[in-house]
């Protein structure tokens, strides 16, 4: 059976290390900071994908926007994003909801829950943004405990803080 997907790929080296996006015809589907390759076997498995090395226009310009926007000259992305890998409606709306939080804003999960019209829905939205496909383009690391501390991240505690810092939210 052919592949009813095309995602195209690139890697850019940012302050907080390499970055790779993975992008569809419709947006950002998925970025890492980690290993590239383990990711692009993943979602060719999972979305019945081809993956193409040579990035087209759309991706080369959402690198530009992500190179201007850790040099301190973007504050909102325009690059669309393909949330195709929310497998719940709540888990779609949570994405959503944290792709419009402003640049340098913090808010809890509680915050994005009750946004969702969950509010109860906390652990729901700590959920869903722990396995968060799209760092950066959709600002999961704006989202923080109401406790203590900026939790986890992913155990990337220091990227989340040094994305922080550049937004000059702490």
Known sequence: MAADLTLRHLTVTTPVGPFSIVASSVGVVATTSGDVEELLDRLTRSLDAVVRATPDAALR???????????????VFRTAVDL?????????????????????????????????????????????LAHCPIEVFVPCHRVVPAGPGFGSYGGAEDRRASLLRLEHAI
């Open 61 to 75: 310009a959402t690198a530009r926007e992500l190179e201007r926007y850790f040099a301190g000259r973007l504050r």
């Open 84 to 128: 195709r890998l929310a497998r719940t409606p709540l888990a779609r709306s949570i994405l959503e909801i944290v792709r419009a939080i402003p640049y340098g804003e913090l808010w809890t999960y509680g915050d994005v829950a009750a946004a969702a019209g969950r509010p109860g829905a906390a652990r729901a939205a700590g959920s869903t």
